[in-house]
Nanobody, 121 residues
Framework: VQLQASGGGLVQAGGSLRLSCAPS????????ARWYRQAPGKQRELVAA???????NYADSVKGRFTISRDNAKKTVYLQMNSLKPEDTAVYYC????????????????WGQGTQVTVSS
C-alpha cells in the first residue's frame, strides 16, 4: 500500500494551496496522519499532525496559517495552507498509520511520494 499525495504547485506569497493524501487501494483507511516537509539543504520537519480522534498539532512556524483535516468517508487527509511564505517552499510528504478490515495487518509509518510546493516572493 502507498499514500498518494497531491495538490502541490507554484503560488505567489500570500496565496493558498490545499494538499491531499489518501492510501492507494480501497481496503485501507487512515488512522493517524502527519504532514512533513523538507526544503533544500534542510532536514525534514513535522508540519502538522492529526489523530483518529481529530486532535491536531502544528509546528510553530505554520500555526494560524495551516490547517490539517480529515474526511474519513473519503479516506483522505488534507493540509490547507494559507498566507504562504517563500520559506514554506519545500517538498511536502504525507505520513500515516493505516488500518484495514479484520484480519488485515495494519500498516504504520507509511510515506507518500512527496509533492512540491513553491512559493514565489
Amino acid at each position: 500500500v502507498q499514500l498518494q499525495a497531491s495538490g502541490g504547485g507554484l503560488v505567489q506569497a500570500g496565496g493558498s494551496l490545499r494538499l491531499s493524501c489518501a492510501p492507494s487501494g480501497s481496503i485501507f483507511s487512515i488512522n493517524a496522519a502527519r504532514w512533513y516537509r523538507q526544503a533544500p539543504g534542510k532536514q525534514r520537519e513535522l508540519v502538522a499532525a492529526i489523530t483518529s480522534g481529530f486532535s491536531t498539532n502544528y509546528a510553530d512556524s505554520v500555526k494560524g496559517r495551516f490547517t490539517i483535516s480529515r474526511d474519513n468517508a473519503k479516506k483522505t487527509v488534507y493540509l490547507q495552507m494559507n498566507s504562504l511564505k517563500p520559506e514554506d517552499t519545500a517538498v511536502y510528504y504525507c505520513n500515516a498509520d493505516l488500518y484495514a478490515p479484520l484480519f488485515t495487518t495494519p500498516r504504520n509509518d507509511v510515506w507518500g511520494q512527496g509533492t512540491q510546493v513553491t512559493v514565489s516572493s
